[in-house]
């Protein structure tokens, strides 16, 4: 199957990577809690992600809680030179599973500690602040405060680079007062796209973005006209909403998650898709419609 070096890499930071990587959140238990159904199926997937190129996984200890950074760390440590692991903080879990804002200096401390002791790891690729106003999307609201406490964490070396996540462009304009932002990883796909200003602005800056539910989350999505270009492509609809997303501009950086090892090849390979100025115009007005 094709490398995911053929669809060219791009800079988080220091670090250079694949622009088709893998997000581990699917492998956590029903809901993004708890343990898989199968542990071993779920080793499988992070070790063939390994195997097939990736050098880019998403990950967060708030999910599960704690179970994606284990599986990863039983799967792949010590971990291959050129591997960058990206995780999140900024949330925790409750007993029934909710998602529940944690912004305090103490609540980020403990999250940085929790994914460096569950990913066996000394210092934090990169950390993305979770901006949890409301965990259905972005809401205004000053992240100075925590960004701050990154900030000092970073200068005490638990961390090397700082993103962020589910912000608004005035939430990047004020945390780049802060902090060096990285890279942003915002909901983003073929048919949710609040941020097309976002993305070209960040491209402009050399700055990474970083779509989560790229192919509709917990809603995946659908569409005849989809199919229909897949049907013409020889492709699957997913692939082809993936290769969207990687023609959309340079700076962003797939993030696919599964717990399927034939699901991560099939999303690999979407590198290797070639989409017409036809297909793209195509596949734009499906945003219109939606």
Not at 62 to 68: A, D, K, N, R
Not at 170 to 179: F, L, S
Not at 210 to 225: D, H, I, K, N, R
Not at 265 to 284: K, V
Request: proline share 7%.
């Amino acid at each position: 199957m094709p490398h995911p070096s053929i669809s060219g890499s791009y800079r988080i930071g220091t670090h250079t990577v694949r622009r088709v990587g893998y997000g581990a959140m699917q492998l956590a238990g029903p809901g993004v809690f708890g343990p898989p159904k199968d542990r071993q199926a779920a080793l499988a997937v992070l070790r063939a992600a390994i195997e097939q190129g990736v050098d880019h996984i998403d990950t967060s200890d708030i999910y599960g809680p704690h179970v994606t950074n284990q599986l990863i760390r039983e799967a792949l440590h010590p971990y291959r030179d050129g591997l960058v692991i990206a995780t999140k903080v900024g949330a925790v879990r409750g007993p029934n599973g909710s998602w529940e804002p944690a912004f305090s200096p103490a609540d980020l401390e403990r999250s940085v500690h929790d994914n460096l002791r569950n990913l066996g790891l000394d210092v934090l690729d990169v950390v993305n602040f979770r901006a949890m106003f409301s965990a259905e999307g972005p809401v205004e609201g000053s992240i100075e405060a925590p960004l701050t406490a990154l900030a000092e964490f970073q200068r005490r070396g638990l961390i090397r680079h700082i993103g962020l996540s589910n912000v608004t462009p005035a939430q990047v304009a004020e945390g780049r007062k802060v902090a060096e932002i990285v890279c942003v990883q915002n909901h983003y796909n073929l048919t949710h796209r609040r941020d097309d200003a976002l993305i070209d602005q960040l491209a402009a800056t050399g700055t990474a973005y970083v779509p989560f539910f790229p192919l509709g989350g917990f809603t995946p999505l659908q569409s005849s006209t989809l199919n229909d270009v897949a049907t013409r492509l020889g492709a699957t609809p997913m692939q082809v909403a993936l290769a969207w997303l990687l023609h959309r501009s340079p700076n962003v950086l797939l993030i696919p998650g599964t717990s399927s090892v034939k699901h991560l090849r099939e999303n690999l390979a979407s590198a290797a898709l070639t989409l017409g100025a036809e297909d793209m115009d195509t596949l734009n007005r499906l945003a219109e419609r939606a």
